[in-house]
């Protein structure tokens, strides 16, 4: 009898196993609106489905620090996140990196400014208003201070406030409202939102642009079986925008396509995440 226990216990132990990993939990940093990240993301999941032969669901999260927490405590199996939020997350617990975008690789920010203001560079914010995105943001936060700093613009000192609106888009509405003299965002997201005719450029105009970063990847917990984390890269390195459902995938991801990725890309979003005391 004791026998017979013991096995439907095993069998109910990796029943649980097999139903856990049937299911890919997926999150995304919230650098924009929520109902935007779910957009993004539908066609991807739909395409991870059918290549992993498993559901994905789409996990939202409040903010940037909850996905951190999230996929250090194996909540979620794969996030998207920007290049200080994987440091983060690395620093607290063991993710891996499997992809990210050809572009990720040579990323920038915008520095914009309002358009009545009457500055066309950065030297003439001293004593104005500036935003950045979410304090945790690698693009609308982190290397942008990093990139001020080297031209020793101390953003506490340089500007009259600072302020943090939350995510890109945000930004921009900051600053074509007028509540922000200033401000610096992701340059897809600011690329995206002028393509689709979404910034009122006679309120806000571009200003500069930081040098190039690595930037936003895909990565998954540590504790993931490896090898659904390998089929997961596979599926990635697949998308080719030569076929067309593909083509859709990836302009909504804002990728040419996806790239190998490692966690040594990191380092200098490390360096710079310590030099501004943002990490310790």
Do not use: C
Request: hydrophobic share 45%; charged share 20%; net charge positive.
């Amino acid at each position: 009898m004791k026998t017979k226990i013991a096995l439907a216990s095993l069998l109910l132990a990796v029943s649980a196993v097999a139903s856990a990993e049937a299911l890919l939990k997926v999150s995304a940093i919230p650098d924009e609106a929520p109902t935007e990240l779910q957009r993004k993301f539908a066609p991807l999941g739909q395409y991870l489905e059918k290549e992993l032969g498993m559901k994905v669901q789409f996990v939202p999260v409040s903010d940037y620090a909850a996905v951190v927490t999230a996929l250090n405590a194996d909540q979620i199996d794969m996030a998207w996140l920007g290049g200080f939020t994987f440091v983060q997350a690395r620093a607290r617990g063991k993710v891996v990196p499997l992809v990210q975008r050809e572009e990720d690789s040579r990323f920038t920010s915008k520095y914009i400014v309002n358009a009545d203001s009457g500055i066309s560079k950065l030297q003439q914010l001293k004593g104005k208003s500036f935003a950045f995105g979410s304090a945790s943001s690698t693009s609308g936060h982190l290397m942008p201070r990093y990139f001020l700093q080297k031209q020793h613009i101390k953003p506490e000192t340089f500007f009259k406030s600072v302020g943090y609106s939350g995510a890109h888009d945000a930004t921009v509405a900051w600053v074509a409202s007028g509540k922000v003299d200033a401000g610096v965002l992701n340059a897809s997201v600011w690329d995206k939102l002028v393509e689709a005719g979404k910034v009122d450029q006679s309120k806000v105009k571009l200003l500069g642009t930081t040098p190039p970063y690595f930037d936003y990847n895909w990565t998954v917990r540590g504790s993931l079986d490896k090898k659904l984390q390998q089929k997961i890269q596979q599926a990635f390195l697949k998308l080719n925008a030569a076929n067309p459902e593909h083509k859709a995938i990836l302009e909504l991801q804002r990728a040419s396509r996806f790239i190998p990725t490692k966690a040594a890309n990191y380092k200098g979003i490390e360096a710079a995440a310590k030099e501004a005391g943002l990490l310790q």
